[in-house]
């Protein structure tokens, strides 16, 4: 009885934070001025171009990538002819376009037009570093000026991005400047204002430095998780304390992130937006809903739910804590698995009832050749190469795909070899042990970087090639149904980002002859709902070189040699 109400308790939470998560994704949407950027609040309906900046890397992480290039786009042709970026009053900041770097950066990580605003950015900001490293401050007293801090980062990123050393000798003269700087962290500032400063230092790597001060200001974290905004003040400042969840998280401090996190989840608006501040006499946009809480909100939680978990947590992972946006190995076994039984996907295959994303693995491979397959779910796609003649290996992080790929083969009397292992901390095979490795709705779940790193391993480990198989961004009866399932709240499949391309990363892999298709242009149908007789008809009507020729299929292959 205790277990079964602590767990109702855990999936209350759980629920709790995705339904804060998606009001205030939500808000963001609904705040966001049509093609310029976010709002500066709920009652000031002006684009912020500081907010509008810095919220670009916070919707490419949340998958908004057409939200994050539109925003990308309008600072693009709002940049001064100097590089810089205007705050609300219309003058020039140097802080502003140091933000407007920092999503321009990982704007042109997407696309490559970008780059020439990120660097005259750069090179703005860079521009205002005086020679002893001080970068002076037009705020007056209520600001403090080591709010600059929070620019290096991003300056640091610029360095190597655009190959400019003297971006990282500005940074870092500019950064030891504020460490010797006498009274530069004042807790008696506006916790706010503080955390620029704090996660500047922690990104430029001065964790140590800065964590005794953070840890005096979680001091006054009270029992709710709310901190308040100065010492002897009775209320929040909610954008603070959401930066300070980051921070914490960054540290290693989970138990004062997450608590910080669900006082957030509780003062919520219903709107999906945030107060400045909440409290008796809160004096920080009491009353207008500010965009910037919601980004270092979202910050957060995608802090939370991709953090791993280790001695230096200080706290035992719970079911709540598992990621909701990248599915962890129960879930994803329970999301795949539950959908059938061994006995059912062995009728199936010994039936010849394959997905259609069986021929492109069965047309670029032969029989005797040994196949990889990362991420193996139920183990079906591996188990027909394995009656066609290949010579099946299925990696997976769940065990319980893994026994129940087991138990497929055996049902269905062929061979595999089976690993449990996570691809992110490598391939556990030698160099060209397998002929091919090749994966099925695996990558679209990762970041850029850990694509990259995956392919990297993936060409260490074949002697062959390479291919994979993800989300077609083109098709778009597949994009419609899966916008859909996401508003409805029915969508099971955690955070996916359809591909328009994988050329990219297979080439950075050093992968050659790196070819493209879509396939089954009929099964993107099913995502669409009952609307698609008339289109499946239309289907039927045209050649198989004309569909080919529409790239609808719902899933794009790709394929490369060692």
């Given at each position: 009885?205790?277990?079964?109400?602590?767990?109702?308790?855990?999936?209350?939470?759980?629920?709790?934070?995705?339904?804060?998560?998606?009001?205030?994704?939500?808000?963001?949407?609904?705040?966001?001025?049509?093609?310029?950027?976010?709002?500066?609040?709920?009652?000031?309906?002006?684009?912020?171009?500081?907010?509008?900046?810095?919220?670009?890397?916070?919707?490419?992480?949340?998958?908004?990538?057409?939200?994050?290039?539109?925003?990308?786009?309008?600072?693009?042709?709002?940049?001064?002819?100097?590089?810089?970026?205007?705050?609300?009053?219309?003058?020039?900041?140097?802080?502003?376009?140091?933000?407007?770097?920092?999503?321009?950066?990982?704007?042109?990580?997407?696309?490559?037009?970008?780059?020439?605003?990120?660097?005259?950015?750069?090179?703005?900001?860079?521009?205002?570093?005086?020679?002893?490293?001080?970068?002076?401050?037009?705020?007056?007293?209520?600001?403090?000026?080591?709010?600059?801090?929070?620019?290096?980062?991003?300056?640091?990123?610029?360095?190597?991005?655009?190959?400019?050393?003297?971006?990282?000798?500005?940074?870092?003269?500019?950064?030891?400047?504020?460490?010797?700087?006498?009274?530069?962290?004042?807790?008696?500032?506006?916790?706010?204002?503080?955390?620029?400063?704090?996660?500047?230092?922690?990104?430029?790597?001065?964790?140590?430095?800065?964590?005794?001060?953070?840890?005096?200001?979680?001091?006054?974290?009270?029992?709710?998780?709310?901190i308040s905004a100065f010492p002897n003040v009775g209320w929040t400042c909610s954008v603070g304390l959401a930066q300070l969840a980051v921070i914490a998280y960054k540290l290693g401090m989970r138990r004062e992130a997450d608590a910080a996190v669900d006082h957030l989840c509780r003062i919520q608006n219903p709107s999906g937006g945030f107060y400045g501040s909440y409290g008796l006499g809160a004096s920080y946009f009491p009353q207008e809903e500010i965009s910037w809480a919601n980004k270092f909100f979202l910050d957060a939680v995608h802090m939370k739910t991709k953090l791993p978990y280790t001695r230096d947590n200080h706290a035992a992972p719970h079911?709540?804590?598992?990621?909701?946006?990248?599915?962890?190995?129960?879930?994803?076994?329970?999301?795949?698995?539950?959908?059938?039984?061994?006995?059912?996907?062995?009728?199936?295959?010994?039936?010849?009832?394959?997905?259609?994303?069986?021929?492109?693995?069965?047309?670029?491979?032969?029989?005797?050749?040994?196949?990889?397959?990362?991420?193996?779910?139920?183990?079906?796609?591996?188990?027909?190469?394995?009656?066609?003649?290949?010579?099946?290996?299925?990696?997976?992080?769940?065990?319980?795909?893994?026994?129940?790929?087991?138990?497929?083969?055996?049902?269905?009397?062929?061979?595999?070899?089976?690993?449990?292992?996570?691809?992110?901390?490598?391939?556990?095979?030698?160099?060209?042990?397998?002929?091919?490795?090749?994966?099925?709705?695996?990558?679209?779940?990762?970041?850029?970087?850990?694509?990259?790193?995956?392919?990297?391993?993936?060409?260490?480990?074949?002697?062959?090639?390479?291919?994979?198989?993800?989300?077609?961004?083109?098709?778009?009866?597949?994009?419609?149904?899966?916008?859909?399932?996401?508003?409805?709240?029915?969508?099971?499949?955690?955070?996916?980002?359809?591909?328009?391309?994988?050329?990219?990363?297979?080439?950075?892999?050093?992968?050659?002859?790196?070819?493209?298709?879509?396939?089954?242009?009929?099964?993107?149908?099913?995502?669409?709902?009952?609307?698609?007789?008339?289109?499946?008809?239309?289907?039927?009507?045209?050649?198989?070189?004309?569909?080919?020729?529409?790239?609808?299929?719902?899933?794009?292959?790709?394929?490369?040699?060692?």
């Amino acid at each position: 009885m205790v277990c079964r109400i602590f767990s109702e308790k855990i999936a209350r939470k759980h629920n709790d934070l995705v339904s804060s998560y998606h009001k205030a994704l939500e808000w963001i949407r609904n705040n966001t001025i049509p093609e310029q950027g976010i709002a500066a609040s709920s009652k000031r309906r002006f684009p912020y171009l500081e907010v509008t900046g810095y919220m670009i890397p916070t919707l490419y992480d949340a998958g908004e990538d057409t939200l994050a290039e539109r925003y990308a786009e309008f600072l693009s042709y709002m940049q001064r002819p100097n590089g810089s970026f205007a705050g609300r009053d219309g003058r020039e900041y140097v802080f502003d376009s140091g933000q407007a770097l920092r999503g321009l950066l990982r704007a042109y990580e997407n696309n490559e037009r970008f780059g020439t605003f990120g660097l005259k950015a750069a090179e703005y900001v860079s521009s205002h570093i005086e020679k002893e490293g001080r970068i002076l401050s037009p705020y007056g007293k209520e600001i403090p000026e080591s709010v600059h801090v929070f620019i290096l980062p991003p300056l640091l990123q610029a360095s190597s991005t655009f190959h400019r050393p003297d971006y990282l000798e500005k940074a870092r003269r500019a950064l030891a400047y504020y460490k010797r700087s006498q009274g530069f962290l004042n807790d008696n500032n506006l916790t706010h204002f503080l955390a620029y400063t704090i996660d500047g230092l922690i990104d430029m790597g001065e964790s140590e430095f800065i964590r005794p001060f953070v840890r005096r200001i979680f001091s006054r974290q009270r029992r709710n998780g709310g901190i308040s905004a100065f010492p002897n003040v009775g209320w929040t400042c909610s954008v603070g304390l959401a930066q300070l969840a980051v921070i914490a998280y960054k540290l290693g401090m989970r138990r004062e992130a997450d608590a910080a996190v669900d006082h957030l989840c509780r003062i919520q608006n219903p709107s999906g937006g945030f107060y400045g501040s909440y409290g008796l006499g809160a004096s920080y946009f009491p009353q207008e809903e500010i965009s910037w809480a919601n980004k270092f909100f979202l910050d957060a939680v995608h802090m939370k739910t991709k953090l791993p978990y280790t001695r230096d947590n200080h706290a035992a992972p719970h079911e709540d804590e598992a990621s909701w946006t990248v599915l962890d190995a129960k879930r994803w076994y329970d999301t795949i698995i539950a959908r059938g039984s061994v006995d059912s996907l062995a009728r199936n295959i010994r039936s010849g009832q394959f997905p259609v994303w069986c021929k492109p693995l069965l047309q670029h491979t032969s029989p005797g050749d040994s196949t990889l397959e990362l991420g193996s779910g139920t183990g079906q796609l591996s188990a027909i190469l394995g009656i066609y003649g290949r010579v099946p290996h299925l990696l997976d992080l769940s065990k319980g795909c893994i026994e129940f790929g087991k138990r497929l083969f055996h049902n269905l009397g062929i061979e595999g070899h089976f690993s449990c292992a996570d691809i992110l901390k490598g391939i556990p095979l030698r160099k060209s042990s397998v002929d091919w490795v090749w994966s099925s709705g695996v990558l679209e779940h990762l970041s850029d970087e850990q694509i990259a790193a995956v392919l990297k391993e993936s060409a260490r480990v074949c002697a062959k090639g390479v291919m994979s198989l993800v989300p077609n961004a083109n098709s778009i009866f597949y994009r419609v149904g899966k916008f859909r399932m996401e508003m409805e709240r029915t969508w099971r499949y955690g955070k996916e980002r359809p591909m328009s391309t994988m050329k990219k990363y297979f080439e950075a892999a050093g992968l050659t002859n790196v070819t493209e298709s879509s396939v089954g242009a009929y099964h993107s149908l099913e995502f669409f709902g009952s609307d698609r007789k008339e289109i499946r008809n239309f289907y039927d009507s045209l050649s198989l070189k004309e569909l080919e020729s529409l790239n609808q299929g719902y899933l794009l292959f790709t394929y490369g040699e060692r």
